[in-house]
């Protein structure tokens, strides 16, 4: 954290970098120029007063920077003028009415020119924008009234002209947050500004009235995280609200360190709101995949189906081929007999039954043992390729047998044919 007044601040924005800020800072008795990045602002003095104090350039700089604060900037901005304040004070007043929020009668002068004379005498005249009893002036009739027009004149300044309240105490009403508190202010020096001079200052009861006047005020331009509202009552006993002062407002008090506590908290929560790190279209995906987001993956399509009529598949020895039931539909009910379990032997002495379509013969068996690999080498099923082949072969063979031979075995491969796939 970092601590200084604007007039140890130079500034300078970029509109992709940000804010930079140069301060001197006082380490040991060493003036010492420190550059950083601000993220976060608490602004406790007047950007304008009474004097040459002007600090909108560096307010516009931290509003460009993009900086947050308390109050926020957009506010600060709006409080440079005090008539633009009591502007809006107006229209609460007439949502609200006048004995719900009595505000002090005013009038409103842009130059020296159209002051001629004060409504009503004795009259308090305010000059441009100041704080702490600065640029007031009391006067008491007419020929009072236009010297100080004189003044304005020379100051070309704004000014404005209110009715004197004789008045029995002044009342500050605060809030910080959530936390509210109400003060009471009496001069005993005799001065006529009670915060000039010695005063008396005790603490009151927040009433119900007091805390809707800080509530509606702390609505104004956005809202306002730390306001006061001066008051003053009369001798008659009657209320007038005079201004209200944004987060730059004066700490009053025996409580002034819990009013400190209560601003520090306030800040840290604002920070934890508006700090927060932006989280980029990377971060998320990656915090997406952490927490479990499972990423598409490509799926593998099974090859296209093959008729098994033409090329079975190849299965493991004693498995039976696994069909599919679009295949089945499509090929309709089997020309054979429903599988069931397997037909018992015939008892001895009785001849064997006769030989159906799709058993296989004598000769057939002899011609696979023929085709059969030797002993100790792995027995592979029987494809559609293979016989292709032996086929093939078979017709070279019967090129060099001649025409008895190849019948013969043209008719062994038919009735191979037929024991493996039925009936044909």
């Known amino acids: 954290m970092e601590q200084a007044e604007f007039k140890d601040i130079n500034l300078s924005v970029n509109s992709e970098t940000g804010a930079t800020v140069s301060m001197v800072v006082n380490r040991n008795g060493t003036k010492v120029v420190r550059s950083f990045r601000p993220d976060f602002l608490l602004i406790r003095q007047h950007i304008r007063d009474a004097g040459h104090d002007d600090y909108r350039?560096?307010?516009?700089?931290?509003?460009?920077?993009?900086?947050?604060?308390?109050?926020?900037?957009?506010?600060?901005?709006?409080?440079?003028?005090?008539?633009w304040v009591f502007s809006q004070l107006l229209h609460m007043q007439r949502r609200l009415g006048k004995e719900n929020f009595p505000l002090i009668e005013q009038s409103y002068f842009p130059n020296h020119k159209e002051m001629l004379t004060a409504p009503k005498y004795p009259s308090v005249v305010k000059?441009?924008?100041?704080?702490?009893?600065?640029?007031?002036?009391?006067?008491?009739?007419?020929?009072?009234?236009?010297?100080?027009?004189?003044?304005?004149?020379?100051?070309?300044?704004?000014?404005?002209?209110?009715?004197?309240?004789?008045?029995?105490?002044?009342?500050?009403?605060?809030?910080?947050?959530?936390?509210?508190?109400?003060?009471?202010?009496?001069?005993?020096?005799?001065?006529?500004?009670?915060?000039?001079?010695?005063?008396?200052?005790?603490?009151?009861?927040?009433?119900?009235?007091?805390?809707?006047?800080?509530?509606?005020?702390?609505?104004?331009?956005?809202?306002l995280d730390i306001c006061?509202?001066?008051?003053?009552?009369?001798k008659d006993g009657r209320e007038?609200?005079?201004?209200?002062?944004?987060?730059?407002m004066t700490l009053l008090g025996e409580s002034q360190e819990e009013d400190r506590r209560?601003?520090?908290?306030?800040?840290?929560?604002?920070?934890?709101?508006?700090?927060?790190?932006?989280?980029?279209?990377?971060?998320?995906?990656?915090?997406?995949?952490?927490?479990?987001?499972?990423?598409?993956?490509?799926?593998?399509?099974?090859?296209?189906?093959?008729?098994q009529q033409r090329i079975p598949h190849q299965i493991p020895a004693g498995a039976p081929p696994p069909v599919p039931q679009r295949q089945e539909a499509a090929r309709g009910p089997p020309s054979g007999p429903p599988p069931g379990p397997p037909p018992a032997a015939p008892p001895p002495g009785l001849p064997p039954p006769p030989r159906r379509g799709?058993?296989?013969?004598?000769?057939e068996i002899a011609a696979a043992a023929a085709a059969a690999p030797p002993s100790g080498q792995p027995t592979r099923p029987t494809t559609g390729a293979s016989?292709?082949?032996?086929?093939?072969?078979?017709?070279?063979?019967?090129?060099?047998?001649?025409?008895?031979?190849?019948?013969?075995?043209?008719?062994?491969?038919?009735?191979?044919?037929?024991?493996?796939?039925?009936?044909?």
């Open 228 to 234: 006061a509202v001066e008051a003053i009552q009369g």
């Open 240 to 248: 007038h609200i005079i201004e209200v002062n944004t987060s730059a």
């Open 127 to 223: 000059i441009g924008h100041a704080h702490g009893g600065l640029g007031k002036l009391k006067v008491e009739n007419h020929f009072d009234f236009q010297d100080v027009a004189s003044v304005v004149a020379v100051n070309k300044m704004y000014c404005i002209v209110e009715p004197f309240i004789d008045a029995k105490y002044d009342i500050h009403v605060q809030k910080i947050g959530n936390n509210y508190k109400a003060f009471m202010r009496k001069s005993i020096s005799g001065n006529w500004k009670a915060n000039m001079g010695s005063a008396m200052l005790e603490q009151i009861p927040m009433t119900e009235r007091y805390k809707k006047w800080v509530d509606e005020v702390s609505e104004l331009f956005g809202g």
């Open 387 to 424: 016989i292709f082949r032996r086929e093939s072969q078979t017709d070279t063979e019967k090129s060099e047998k001649g025409p008895e031979d190849s019948e013969d075995t043209m008719r062994n491969l038919r009735k191979t044919f037929a024991g493996i796939f039925g009936d044909m």
């Open 57 to 83: 350039n560096l307010l516009l700089g931290f509003k460009y920077g993009g900086v947050p604060s308390v109050n926020s900037l957009h506010s600060l901005y709006n409080f440079q003028d005090k008539p």
């Open 262 to 307: 209560l601003i520090a908290d306030l800040v840290v929560q604002r920070m934890q709101t508006y700090c927060k790190p932006v989280l980029t279209k990377q971060t998320s995906r990656t915090s997406m995949t952490n927490f479990g987001a499972e990423e598409p993956t490509a799926v593998e399509q099974p090859p296209p189906h093959i008729p």
């Open 358 to 363: 799709s058993q296989t013969s004598a000769s």
